[in-house]
């Protein structure tokens, strides 16, 4: 399958602060990518979508303002959450599609994020 | 009524047996079904996906749509304890592309 890279694997910042989210396909051009977030013992929920040169479009009760998604090239986006707060804690994870076989979404390593 | 549904177990079957998982989805336009396992602190891997009526076999994996009644299933042969893992089954619709997920099925697979 195709490689996706999310970086960092691990992160822990204060209350206030903001943190960016790397996501990048290695081996092929992803028209698309999404980011999920998952809390413990539950199943991922799609935050937002993001196509390459446009606005990312994002689900419903998911602030747009706090959770920053910029998708400027075929193989970058990045995801900024803004102002993080404890319950932002969380288990963040990308996919991307466009590569072969398109139908498919592969997913980078994910980011455990911690607010303290 | 969730848009994709699992059992959330746990699902515990002994070594060398079939593990068999399940998921329904509401939406009857969705065109294709993915089944991904993650383990605990890791992001979902891809196991299969399906796209038409029927069975799709993959080593010891095999996949069953039934679109009629909405269901998609996954056997797991000859479970081995590092299957032990989420099973996540998720579906895509006709809506930009995105993956919506169930809440998944954990399995334990005793040696």
């Known amino acids: 399958g195709a490689v996706v890279s999310q970086h960092p694997s691990r992160v822990i910042c204060k209350s206030g602060t903001s943190v960016k989210i790397e996501c990048r396909s290695l081996?092929?051009?992803?028209?698309?990518m999404f980011w999920y977030r998952q809390f413990p013992k539950q199943s991922l929920m799609l935050m937002a979508t993001s196509n390459e040169g446009s606005k990312a479009t994002y689900e419903q009760g998911v602030e747009k303002d706090k959770f920053l998604i910029n998708h400027a090239s075929l193989t970058l986006s990045t995801l900024t959450v803004t102002s993080a707060h404890p319950e932002d804690s969380s288990f963040y994870i990308c996919?991307?599609?466009?590569?072969?076989?398109?139908?498919?979404?592969?997913f980078g390593q994910g980011t455990r994020l911690t607010v303290v | 009524q969730k848009e994709v549904e699992q059992n959330s177990g746990p699902l515990s079957v002994p070594e060398g047996a079939i593990a068999s998982l399940n998921c329904t989805y509401s939406d009857r336009g969705s065109q294709s079904f993915f089944w991904y396992r993650q383990y605990s602190g890791k992001s979902p891997e891809l196991i299969m996906f399906i796209y038409s009526n029927g069975d799709k076999e993959d080593g010891r994996f095999t996949a069953q749509l039934n679109k009629a009644s909405q269901y998609v299933s996954l056997l797991i042969r000859d479970s081995q304890p590092s299957d032990s893992a989420t099973y996540l089954c998720a579906v895509k619709g006709n809506q930009g592309g995105k993956l919506i997920f169930g809440q998944g099925t954990e399995l334990s697979v005793k040696p």
């Open positions: 996919s991307a599609s466009g590569g072969k076989g398109a139908t498919e979404a592969f």
């Open positions: 081996d092929f051009q992803a028209t698309t």
